[in-house]
């Protein structure tokens, strides 16, 4: 059963800063395999748009190699790369500066959905908004996308959405969580919303605690200097791990609408506690034989910044009251993986005896690598070794289920961009929702930073500081392996 594919009204996406890493790596290989799909019509365009001087064809070029860099070789052929690059067109402009609005504006129709993808330092979002405005390129319907970071604090960003709401509606603004675009996520919803099963059962009477863990084995890497200005606290657990926990413990929206789904989560992000400082635990990974350590990846032996955290952080209302969510992500960590698990509360009496064994089930949401949904269930150790009980997985990995030709999922950033031109903001963060965020994360970031706390030295390859173990230990609960 191969995945079906609408194709989207026509449309002109201008891409600030289409010569940039993210524009290379995801958005161009991501139109492009959309393209390779079918779902562009023929009419649509693309226009990238920096300071570097360069022709369209030029920018072909560029853009040839980023397909033939990052798209599979099966979907490269010759003739489909070319019809692509025939889409596209470059127009050298500076956000800051006048010279290349008009060229820009001749380039862009007034009679197909138009979108700008701000794929340029945030510092720079107001100024193309005001340029898009002021140069009238951007019709009343036009459409903008912007990426994280979204802000370093509720004032930056508060600032920032007053400088997009100076000329664009919030229908208008889409702020770009590529979590939110992964085909597990919105499996999530299906999988709560969509079954009988689960939901009665999504609550603090049945369900023990969740996790949420988002690992990563590489280092920081030449982001180093962005990096140690943000650590984990605001590059991950504000945006992503505050996404997840909003799908996981959200009520259900009345319709699977862009405002209905947002409000339950802001409703989410309201109830978040304040976190005591004993449920936090932040962590740097230390060198380690060639490895570098965190402090001299940064060049600053003294940063205080963290390469990993983990919390425990309650939700305050009645489905939640009891049930902690323990969230934690870092860098340099055993696995490359992302995953939920709802941890289910044991049965309330063991009628088999304590010697048969017993598991709590277990339903494991895995985004990275192999997406897919496990459900632990316990069953009868096969064999006439008595009546012992066993956990086995119902799985439910896309890959198996669905198919071959539906194992590559599309990638998030393609799915994302298709819902900007057909104007469905349910996967977008709004505004209020960001700041909202900020808000629960400005406090606890504030404390630490006050108390001079150091985070704690863990060895790489490993799942962070004892500490961060300790934190479920303390509650008589451990966390999942980090097993890719
Ligand atoms: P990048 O590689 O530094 O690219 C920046 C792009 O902006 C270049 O095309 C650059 O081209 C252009 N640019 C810079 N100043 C400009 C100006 N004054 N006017 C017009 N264009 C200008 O950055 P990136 O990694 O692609 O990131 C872009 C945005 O996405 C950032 O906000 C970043 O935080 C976010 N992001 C990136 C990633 C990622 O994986 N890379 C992931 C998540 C979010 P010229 O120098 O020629 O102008």
């Known amino acids: 059963m191969a995945a079906r594919v609408i194709p989207v009204d026509p449309f002109d996406l201008v891409i600030f800063g289409g010569t940039g890493d993210l524009a290379r790596r995801k958005i161009l290989p991501g139109l492009y395999r959309r393209f390779h799909a079918g779902q562009m019509p023929d009419t649509a365009r693309i226009i990238g748009a920096a300071r570097s001087e360069m022709s369209s064809d030029e920018y072909r070029e560029f853009v040839r190699a980023a397909v033939i860099e990052f798209v599979s070789p099966a979907l490269c052929e010759a003739e489909q790369v070319a019809a692509f690059l025939s889409r596209l067109a470059y127009v050298a402009i500076d956000a800051r500066g006048d010279g290349g609005w008009a060229a ?133 657990v504000q945006n992503h791990l505050m996404q997840l926990l909003c799908l996981i413990a959200m009520e259900p929206p009345n319709r699977f609408e862009p405002d209905a789904v947002r409000d339950e989560k802001l409703k989410v992000i309201r109830a978040l506690e304040p976190v005591p400082a004993d449920d936090i635990v932040r962590g740097q990974y230390r060198s380690e034989g060639d490895l570098p350590g ?58 088999f005896g304590d010697e048969a064994g017993s598991e709590a089930n277990k339903l494991v949401i895995r985004l990275q690598p192999d997406e897919g949904m496990t459900l632990t269930v316990t069953i009868k150790e096969p064999g006439p070794g008595g009546m012992r009980l066993i956990e086995v997985p119902l799985d439910m990995s896309f890959a198996e289920a669905l198919g071959p030709e539906n194992a590559e999922m599309p990638d998030a950033y393609e799915r994302l961009i298709m819902d900007v031109i057909r104007g469905n903001q349910t996967l977008f963060m709004r505004g209020d929702e960001v700041e909202a965020a900020w808000r629960w994360t400005d406090p606890l970031i504030e404390a630490w930073e006050k108390r001079g706390d150091r985070p704690k030295p863990y060895r790489p390859g490993t799942s962070g500081p004892e500490d961060a173990l300790a934190l479920l230990h303390r509650d008589g609960r451990r966390w999942r392996d980090l097993e890719a």
């Open 104 to 236: 820009l504006k001749s380039e862009v129709r007034g009679d197909v959905v138009q979108a700008f993808y701000f794929s340029v330092a945030p510092g720079l979002f107001g100024d193309l908004a005001e340029r898009l405005h002021a140069h009238g390129i951007a019709g009343p319907d036009a459409r903008i996308v912007v990426e994280k970071p979204f802000g370093r604090d509720a004032a930056s960003a508060r600032a920032l959405n007053q400088s997009l709401a100076a000329h664009f509606r919030e229908e208008q603004i889409y702020r770009i969580d590529h979590y939110l675009g992964k085909e597990t996520v919105q499996n999530l919803m299906a999988v709560r919303f969509g079954n009988v099963l689960f939901e009665p059962l999504w609550n603090a009477q049945f369900v023990d605690h969740i996790q949420i863990s988002v690992a990563e084995t590489v280092g920081v890497g030449g982001r180093g200097e962005y990096y140690d200005k943000s650590g984990a606290m605001r590059d991950m």
């Open 294 to 351: 965190y402090l001299d990846e940064v060049g600053s032996p003294e940063s205080r910044t963290e390469s990993f955290i983990a919390l425990k952080v309650q939700v305050a209302n009645w489905r939640w009251n009891g049930t902690p969510f323990y969230l934690r992500t870092g860098k340099r960590m055993a696995a490359r993986l992302s995953e939920i698990v709802v941890v289910f509360k044991e049965p309330p009496h063991a009628i």
